[in-house]
């Protein structure tokens, strides 16, 4: 498993530095990426749908020093998460041990918490069917019955883009009847400055 970030975003590395995806060029052949440092401009570019990358030309130099142990972390962390769903039947202790072996003390202390890593391999192992619904690919994304379901049966998956509009970006809406009756109710919060937040006491 590729590392990313926590939420979601594609990491690549260069010479130290971490870099997260930010956006395509416009003809599609290129993607360019942002230094993951809050408050460093360093920019990178490189193939599309590729994690080599290298500084854009002309482009701000960072503002920090490299810290090459931060690939390494990323990538262990992608390991263990990917171990979860994998019905090895490895213990989550052998797993974090595993995965935390041989690195260094700077390494290690950037690693979450043994107990963080442990709750979060547990999570993914025993929720039926977590490893397709949680794909990186948003197209082979499969969500089954039991994990969009009230308890009641009812399914709080609302719209799943990829039935009527494939080929475009893809997003999918969650809620219940009871949230979608009160939005009607309230549809002037569309026109507020602020977000709508319609609490539905699931």
């Known amino acids: 498993m590729a590392p990313r970030t926590e939420r979601g975003k594609r990491l690549a590395y260069h010479d130290g530095y971490e870099y997260r995806f930010a956006e395509h060029s416009a003809d599609g052949e290129r993607s360019f990426w942002r230094c993951t440092r809050r408050g460093c401009s360093a920019r990178a570019v490189g193939p599309n749908e590729s994690t080599t990358v290298a500084p854009r030309a002309g482009g701000k130099p960072h503002s920090h020093p490299p810290e090459p142990s931060k690939q390494e972390v990323r990538s262990r962390i992608a ?96 809620g219940s009847q009871r949230s979608l009756q009160r939005m009607r109710e309230y549809r002037d919060c569309r026109a507020w400055d602020q977000p709508c937040y319609i609490y539905d006491g699931l």
């Open 79 to 174: 390991i263990a998460k990917g171990s979860g769903g994998n019905d090895s039947g490895r213990s989550t202790r052998s797993i974090v041990q595993e995965v935390n072996r041989g690195l260094e003390e700077e390494q290690l202390n950037l690693m979450p918490a043994r107990s963080t890593m442990m709750r979060n391999i547990n999570n993914s192992c025993s929720i039926k069917g977590f490893s397709e619904a949680n794909s990186r690919d948003a197209i082979k994304i499969v969500l089954p019955e039991e994990l969009v379901s009230f308890q009641d049966g009812s399914s709080f998956l609302l719209f799943d883009s990829r039935a009527s509009q494939p080929n475009r970006d893809i997003f999918f809406v969650f």
